[in-house]
Nanobody, 122 residues
Framework: QVQLVESGGGLVQAGGSLRLSCAGS????????MAWFRQAPGKEREFVAA????????DYADSVKGRFTIFRDDAKNTVYLQMNSLKPEDTAVYYC???????????????WGQGTQVTVSS
């Protein structure tokens, strides 16, 4: 079992950058595929980015491709989401998730953090 805690959210103007962190505890995340999802008010939670347990493969939603980067530091038991060129439509609560297999479907992830709010002003 692993517990996940997100941090790094905040308020930023359009065009700005934020780096989100997802810290694991309970056990190392090195054996898990890790992903980021986001959920805006009144909308379904949607896939953002994912990386395999090895970090050798990444996957991005089309809406963030070229702007966001997912990477992990297993020595710190942490996965990150670097968000650049932020847009107002990126505003959402961002969640990290872990599972043994990488996927885009939220229902395939067993472990979730509590989320961190990202607000992008126009």
């Amino acid at each position: 079992q692993v517990q996940l805690v997100e941090s790094g959210g905040g308020l930023v103007q359009a065009g700005g950058s934020l780096r989100l962190s997802c810290a694991g505890s309970g056990r190392t995340i090195s054996s898990y595929a890790m992903a980021w999802f986001r959920q805006a008010p009144g909308k379904e939670r949607e896939f953002v980015a994912a990386t395999t347990w090895s970090g050798g493969r990444t996957d991005y939603a089309d809406s963030v491709k070229g702007r966001f980067t997912i990477f992990r530091d297993d020595a710190k038991n942490t996965v990150y989401l670097q968000m650049n060129s932020l847009k107002p439509e990126d505003t959402a609560v961002y969640y990290c998730a872990a599972d043994v297999v990488i996927a885009r479907e939220k229902d395939k992830y067993d472990y979730w953090g509590q989320g961190t709010q990202v607000t992008v002003s126009s």
